[in-house]
C-alpha cells in the first residue's frame, strides 16, 4: 500500500518560511520522482515543484523560482519543499506526488500517488 503523508503546514507571515516535509512508503522511493503541488479555494491545482528520480533535475514555475527548493533523501524515503519568502498568494492545500517517470513532471496527470495534503496560510 502506498502512501504519501506532508507535514509541516501552517500560518505564518507575508515574508516567512515553512518547510513541508513528504514522507513515502509502499514504494521504492528512490525509482519515483516527487512534485509538488498546490491548490487553492476555486482554483485549480497548480504545479510547484518536481524533482526526478533518474538524475534529480529539478523544475519550478516562475512564480516560485527563487523562493523555494525541492530537495529529496532517498536513504530516509522523504521529499522536502523549503519555501521562502512566502506571500499571500502562495496561501493554499500543498500536496505531494510521485511518479514512476522522469518525463512531463510539471503535469498533475503524470503522478501516479497524491498525499492528502497540507493547509499553508500566509498573512499578510
Known amino acids: 500500500q502506498v502512501q504519501l503523508v506532508e507535514s509541516g503546514g501552517g500560518l505564518v507571515q507575508a515574508g516567512g518560511s515553512l518547510r513541508l516535509s513528504c514522507a513515502a512508503s509502499g514504494i521504492i522511493f528512490s525509482r519515483y520522482s516527487m512534485g509538488w503541488f498546490r491548490q487553492a479555494p476555486g482554483k485549480e491545482r497548480e504545479f510547484v515543484a518536481a524533482i526526478k528520480w533518474s538524475d534529480e533535475s529539478i523544475y519550478y514555475p516562475d512564480s516560485v523560482k527563487g523562493r523555494f527548493t525541492i530537495s529529496r533523501d532517498n536513504a530516509k524515503n522523504t521529499a522536502a519543499l523549503q519555501m521562502n519568502s512566502l506571500k499571500p498568494e502562495d496561501a493554499a492545500v500543498y500536496y505531494c506526488?510521485?511518479?514512476?517517470?522522469?518525463?512531463?513532471?510539471?503535469?498533475?496527470?503524470?503522478?501516479?500517488?497524491w498525499g492528502q495534503g497540507t493547509q499553508v496560510t500566509v498573512s499578510s
Open positions: 506526488a510521485a511518479t514512476s517517470t522522469a518525463r512531463f513532471l510539471t503535469s498533475a496527470v503524470t503522478y501516479d500517488y
